[in-house]
């Protein structure tokens, strides 16, 4: 995989992130504060409010965990959390009307995770671990109501900034966060 030099972070068993995939990372990170989910995510919307998405569509630190113990790739990690990442985005930008004051922070996420998504198109799904290509395939499957759970919004994007802090901490050099 075009993936740059790999020197020390080979022999930690973790592929390095392209340049533009840190700088994106970067300004996703920004974007997720926790001061703005607050705000964006649970104070504009109703008390309790949820949305349905897949049981894939939850990305949570424990699954990274479990995956990578089952040596899955740091890319394919990588890969199937901007998926599943920049699909929960979509989720939640589903659901506001057109006036919503979330909406323009939504937009500047999917932008984002847009040009994240130029970072990974040149892979393809044979490039990535089958259990991780099978995943990304369930994520953007129609899906079956039965298959769905009711998650917050803010629930969401908390677990996009956790998982994401776990992929290109290392990979990206940030210092602790």
Known sequence: LPFGCPGVLAVLGLEAAAPGECELARLLQDKLQ?????QYMKHYFPID???RVQYEEVLRPSNITRLRNGTVSELALRYLWFHVSSQAVLRIREVLP???PSRRYTQELGRLFDALGEEYSKYRQTD???VVADLVKLVHSAGVESRRKAVRP???LDNCLKVMRMLYGVPCEWGPG
């Open 49 to 51: 409010y949820t949305v």
């Open 154 to 156: 803010k629930a969401l």
């Open 34 to 38: 926790y001061e703005m989910r607050l």
């Open 128 to 130: 990535v671990e089958a």
């Open 98 to 100: 057109e006036k919503h």
